[in-house]
């Protein structure tokens, strides 16, 4: 919902743009590290869902660490004044380049994937007189009842070390000189709304981190990863995820030692609200049976839809009155450019704004140049 003061600063402003609204951004970090102290949890926020240095500045306000998947998500975060103590970095694919880069910054972790990634970070650390701390990333199996392009916790797919694997890691471990390894990390997807699935990753810790103790090695950190979801049907009813329920679950359910620290990566649940794509109406045609409202935002602002059949709420910030139903769509030449089919708006002229929202998480971050288009600015509420 955006006041009329809003509206009228988007109408001055060339189109199609990213708007992020910091008050919200604030009440949303308010509340998770209200949360997080509660139960004394440590939070590194993910980078990948938007590294806008507007929106890293405050998130590194209220005390959040870094979780980076790249080199230079690593560099960012140290160079934005992250501490270099609080920065996870994640990923199957970490070049030798990049590992460099996370030894050299002195970081909290390298969430580890394979056995051949432990033994090239090893041996870079030989090199550079450095001990890297690890932690291992674990394929628990588990279902996240999520898209399946943002599922990563099942045996399928490619992320993680599998128990099968876990003699064969400790072995290769003991034969590293420069790794030592600290914790274990979980992340088994995103966009997940229903809680049971924290309840059963709970679980599924409780019983590694077990089998981890038989075999008498001392985990100090238990990193449950991201994941939590967010109301893109609804997003002024429910701005702000159930933190308190999230973090309930995990207290109840995740048995841990008196030296254990316990870590999350939220990413969406942050950012995912206060972040819309402000878009003016260039056109409207009528095709059999339907019209289109022809926006001059793209899949290349915004390839959620496209990508992964996601839904974000759309507004006529503009026009109101009687509805009637249109296929929103983009200028780019391919039909999937398509952000919703059949929707009921007012009715809608060339030149309304429309403002597509709850676009703040892997929005903007991840717009491209297809098409030559060019990429869309972003404008803060202060
Ligand atoms: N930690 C790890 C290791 C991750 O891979 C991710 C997200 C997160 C934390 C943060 O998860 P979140 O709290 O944001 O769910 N582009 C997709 C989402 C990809 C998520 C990738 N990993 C989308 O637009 O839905």
């Keep these: 919902m955006f006041d009329t003061k809003t509206v009228e600063r988007f109408n001055t402003i060339d189109t199609p743009f990213y708007y992020y609204d910091l008050s919200l951004l604030k009440k949303t970090l308010d509340l998770y590290t209200k949360e997080l102290r509660k139960y004394k949890f440590h939070a590194h926020y993910a980078f990948k869902a938007n590294a806008n240095l507007e929106i890293l500045d405050i998130i590194k306000e209220y005390g959040l660490g870094a979780d980076c998947v790249s080199g230079n998500e690593v560099s960012l975060a ?49 090199k550079m007189g450095k001990t890297a701390s690890i932690s291992l990333r674990i394929n628990p199996d588990i279902d996240a009842h999520t898209h399946r392009y943002i599922s990563t916790g099942r045996s399928q797919d490619k992320f993680g070390i599998s128990h099968w694997m876990f003699d064969d890691v400790l072995s290769a471990i003991a034969k590293c000189s420069n790794i030592k390894l600290s914790g274990l990390h979980f ?54 995820s159930d933190f ?115 676009a703040g998480a892997y929005g903007q971050v991840m717009a491209m140049r297809y098409n030559q288009k060019d990429l869309a600015p972003d404008y803060y509420s202060e």
């Design 78 to 126: 140290i160079k934005s004044g992250f501490d270099p103590k609080k920065v996870v970095y994640a990923g199957v694919g970490k070049s030798d380049k990049e590992i460099e880069t996370a030894l050299a910054g002195e970081i909290f972790s390298f969430n580890c994937e394979s056995i051949p990634e432990i033994e090239v970070i090893d041996s870079i650390a030989k």
């Design 187 to 240: 992340h088994v997807g995103s966009q997940i709304t229903d809680l049971n699935v924290f309840d059963m990753l709970a679980n599924k810790v409780n019983e590694i981190s077990a089998n981890f103790k038989d075999k008498g090695v001392k985990i100090e950190n238990l990193n449950l990863g991201g994941g939590l979801g967010i109301d893109y049907n609804d997003p002024d009813t429910t701005p702000i």
């Design 244 to 358: 308190a329920s999230y973090f309930s679950i995990i207290d109840k359910k995740l048995i841990r030692e008196p030296y254990q620290q316990i870590h999350f990566e939220p990413g969406r649940a942050i950012v995912a609200q206060c972040g819309s794509l402000i878009s003016r109406v260039l056109y409207v045609k009528f095709g059999k049976g339907r019209k289109f409202a022809i926006l001059d935002a793209g899949m290349n602002d915004l390839i959620r839809p496209a990508l992964y059949q996601a839904s974000h709420k759309i507004e006529n910030l503009t026009s109101v009155g009687r509805g009637m139903r249109y296929d929103v769509v983009g200028p780019i030449c391919e039909s999937s450019d398509r952000f919703a089919k059949n929707l009921l708006l007012p009715e809608t002229k060339r030149g309304d704004i429309m403002a597509i929202r709850s």
